[in-house]
């Protein structure tokens, strides 16, 4: 079953405007990931959160864990016309690491 | 990705064939895993393996076998039990089941 839920599912923007992506899960979890897909590629991991972590930072990426909510949030600033791809929510169980659930993802587009 | 590697890029099956997707890592990681992806939507686990000689059933495997004989080889066979086996195959490795996961870059699997 799909337990990360990503809104909206399709998102469309200028380059160096932001893009916010939602994630939104139903269990307990140990750990969030975020990944990204180019068309016909595999999936390139971006950043992890841990389930005591609230907030964390790569680069352009910052990411949020709210868990009283069940949800998080992928923020790109400055975004680019290479920042398009598919971007995907992951969460880890709770007593089964390593074992990944899958959101459907958001597919989002940079226009130079 | 860098250090895994998946063939054939392609792949088509006939009515009552067996068939087998190659995944070899280099990076000398201990997990490795097989994802299912179908258009628009996300990630399935099928199978997953911890360490040499043991592997678990992820959450679609009807259909599907898995041997882990040696540590950077992980080989998947769609059997033909599978009665809809087209979609876009992951291998995914990892350090161990606590870190994040790296991917090939997919075989794509059709029937003739």
């Known amino acids: 079953s799909q337990q990360g839920e990503e809104d909206p599912q399709a998102l469309s923007i200028q380059e160096g405007e932001n893009a916010t992506m939602n994630c939104s899960y139903k269990?307990?979890?140990?750990?969030l990931q975020w990944y990204r897909q180019n068309s016909g590629r595999g999936l390139v991991h971006l950043i992890l959160i841990r389930s005591n972590e609230r907030e964390k930072h790569s680069g352009r990426l910052r990411v949020t864990l709210d868990t009283s909510k069940k949800s998080s949030s992928l923020l790109i600033t400055a975004s680019r016309a290479a920042d398009t791809a598919s971007y995907f929510c992951?969460?880890?169980?709770?007593?089964?690491?390593?074992?990944?659930?899958f959101g459907q993802g958001t597919i989002l587009t940079v226009h130079p | 990705d860098g250090g895994i590697t998946q063939s054939p890029k392609y792949l088509f099956r006939k009515e009552g064939q067996n068939v087998t997707l190659s995944c070899e890592q280099n990076?000398?990681?201990?997990?490795m895993y097989w994802y299912r992806q179908d258009p628009g939507q996300g990630l399935r686990l099928i199978y997953y393996?911890?360490?040499?000689?043991?592997?678990q059933k992820g959450d679609i495997a009807e259909g599907y076998s898995v041997s882990r004989e040696k540590k950077e080889s992980f080989p998947l066979t769609v059997t033909s039990a599978q009665k809809n086996p087209t979609a876009f195959y992951l291998c995914?490795?990892?350090?161990?089941?606590?870190?994040?996961?790296?991917f090939g870059d997919g075989t794509r699997l059709s029937i003739l």
């Open positions: 992951a969460t880890g169980r709770g007593t089964s690491y390593g074992k990944l659930t």
């Open positions: 269990t307990s979890i140990n750990n």
């Open positions: 995914a490795i990892s350090r161990d089941s606590l870190q994040p996961q790296h």
């Open positions: 393996s911890q360490i040499v000689n043991d592997f």
């Open positions: 990076l000398n990681h201990d997990a």
